[in-house]
């Protein structure tokens, strides 16, 4: 039998969120902790988002991507936390004491730890053109925003001379004045939704700084190319996002990137039994970041698609704090008539978290959530109970899907609803 | 006649209001951080470069980079251009001058990342 070693947590992921996650447990207590890392180097994503508007909300200031995870790989460097870095996670399983973690590296080779608690901080990657089914050609020149970032940025190949952007999500908008910068020609951002997938100052400053068209409802129906790509075509789509025949616009590009959607990459929490919310495709998780799967906690992207770093950092340190608390008096344990179940209408996209559990909530729990549609008017956010009875609402001036919003419910108010529900809406 | 810009200070990108015929005034600000910016909109924007450079000696062959302060949004491309014929030695660590006052601005362009 091989030998098992034992941590009081191991973090799969040292991005943004599993770093906070560290630091925050390590400071509640925790000295035996083992952040578990694919890459070489600490930091994650954030290494190739060199732009800045980072930190803007946790640090006050504007960092790159970069400084970012710097500060927290300094704040670590404080701590006993050990990092297996070039280690991959291959495998997780869930036990009553034990998480158990199987890894593999060129180094130490194939080997299985195990945790009283595991903190999921895997992150997200890129929906491709397989996943939304783009006709045409298998001509190179077809990059992910992301993958062709990482070309850039970290190793320093540029990706195309003419380019076209599908999608108007951050990462396809950095990347248009990120190419532009270095001297490739952006055509044109083509987004099929009615409205931007992406902030709102990226498109200020990534695209009409750079005079780059930006195509609502429209779509790329064609790609043509023997060897590399050669022309798309671009059509305007119907409200049911049919192409919508005599609309289309032929564009002679060399490459197209695609920054249409990021998928939470949950396969070791599937493995693991950890029950996952279809609409986030993150792990349902308590208020304080717990997965239904005890012991194992879940923050960053992998939990839900976030747009702010920030916020992902906040989320983690939560996650880190609620791992502790677990490792050191069993953390929280509760009766399901003390859980309350966060239900939405149709305008909110899901809610982080799923469920509260009353006797966990110190002050106050944080809603994280998305809007499905633009709120271009005053609307109010609402919480009311099975008896319809309105237990809380926030006002805002404007709501946008691309941006996450969130709301703080304080205790007393959760401990004076009838039934176990509170259904989320957007009301006038 | 008062134009209508979206502030990019934060993520927030509040719908500003700026009048060049009442010295510039922004409204529709919702901190104080949008006022200067909405000026500056006007009358001579300005943007932080971000961009990298090639590095010698470490196992990563690009480091990241950037002006520490905005510069003229005119200038930009001369800033990348100059960025291009930069090669930095390892070890650097984040905050290392490269160059200072960049083109006669008052930016300076500095190192993001540590590599050694």
Redesign the interface.
């Known amino acids: 039998m091989q030998n098992i070693k034992e941590y009081q947590l191991i973090i799969i992921g040292g991005g943004p969120a599993g770093l906070a996650a560290a630091v925050s447990a390590a400071k509640n207590g925790l000295n035996d902790i083992l952040i578990v890392e694919r890459d070489?180097y600490l930091g994650g994503i954030l290494?190739q988002c060199?732009?800045?508007?980072f930190g803007?909300?946790y640090f006050k200031e504007?960092l790159?991507?970069?400084?970012y995870s710097?500060r927290f790989i300094d704040l670590l460097a404080d701590t006993s936390v050990e990092v297996a870095l070039d280690t991959m996670a291959l495998n997780l399983e869930n036990s009553e004491d034990w998480r158990y973690v199987h890894v593999m590296s060129s180094s130490d080779g194939y080997r299985i730890l195990r945790s009283k608690a595991v903190i999921l901080a895997m992150g997200c990657r890129e929906r491709t053109r397989m996943n939304i089914q783009i006709p045409g050609t298998r001509a190179a020149g077809i990059f992910n925003a992301g993958q062709a970032q990482l070309y850039?940025?970290?190793?320093?190949y540029m990706v195309g001379k003419k380019v076209i952007i599908l999608g108007s999500g951050d990462v396809g908008l950095i990347m248009a004045r990120r190419l532009t910068?270095?001297g490739a020609e952006v055509v044109a951002c083509v987004e099929v939704m009615p409205y931007p997938g992406g902030?709102?100052?990226n498109?200020?400053?990534c695209l009409q700084?750079f005079d780059i068209p930006l195509y609502l409802s429209h779509t790329i129906t064609d790609i043509k190319g023997r060897n590399r790509v050669e022309q798309v075509t671009v059509q305007e789509v119907d409200q049911n996002g049919k192409p919508i025949a005599g609309t289309e616009i032929y564009y002679d590009v060399d490459t197209v990137l695609l920054s249409v959607g990021l998928i939470p990459e949950n396969e070791l929490s599937r493995e693991a039994g950890v029950t996952l919310d279809p609409r986030t495709s993150g792990p349902i998780v308590y208020e304080n970041k717990e997965t239904l799967a005890r012991g194992i906690f879940a923050c960053g992207n992998v939990l839900h698609v976030h747009?702010?770093v920030d916020f992902v950092t906040e989320e983690a340190e939560s996650a880190g704090h609620a791992a502790a608390c677990f490792v050191r008096d069993g953390g929280c344990v509760t009766e399901d008539a003390n859980i309350i179940s966060l239900k939405t209408d149709s305008n909110i996209g899901y809610t982080v978290p799923q469920q509260i559990r009353i006797d966990d909530v110190e002050k106050a729990v944080r809603v994280f959530f998305r809007v499905r549609k633009i709120f271009k008017e005053p609307s109010r956010i609402v919480f009311r109970d099975q008896s319809n009875s309105e237990i809380a609402s926030f006002k805002r001036p404007f709501m946008f899907p691309a941006?996450m919003e969130n709301v703080n419910l304080p205790r007393q108010l959760l401990e004076n609803i009838s039934g176990t529900e509170l259904t989320v809406s957007v009301e006038g | 006649m008062v134009q209508e810009i979206i502030c990019i200070v934060c993520p927030r990108g509040c719908h500003l209001k700026v009048d060049p015929e009442n010295d510039y005034e922004v409204t529709g600000n919702s901190c104080p951080r949008g006022i200067p910016y909405g000026k500056a909109e006007l009358k001579n924007p300005t943007r932080v470069v971000t961009s990298t450079v090639k590095i010698k000696g470490a196992d990563l062959t690009r480091c990241p980079v950037k002006t520490d302060q905005a510069v003229p949004k005119a200038k930009m491309q001369e800033v990348m251009e100059l960025i291009n014929t930069i090669t930095l030695e390892a070890p650097v660590r984040v905050g290392d001058v490269i160059t200072k006052r960049i083109l006669d601005t008052d930016a300076n362009l500095v190192v993001c990342r540590d590599i050694s």
């Not at chain 1, 060199?50 to 508007?53: E, M, Q, T, V």
């Open positions: 070489k290494n060199i732009h800045n508007g803007l909300h504007e790159t991507g970069p400084e710097k850039v940025n970290l190793e320093g910068l270095e902030l709102n100052r498109i200020v400053q700084d747009d702010l941006e």
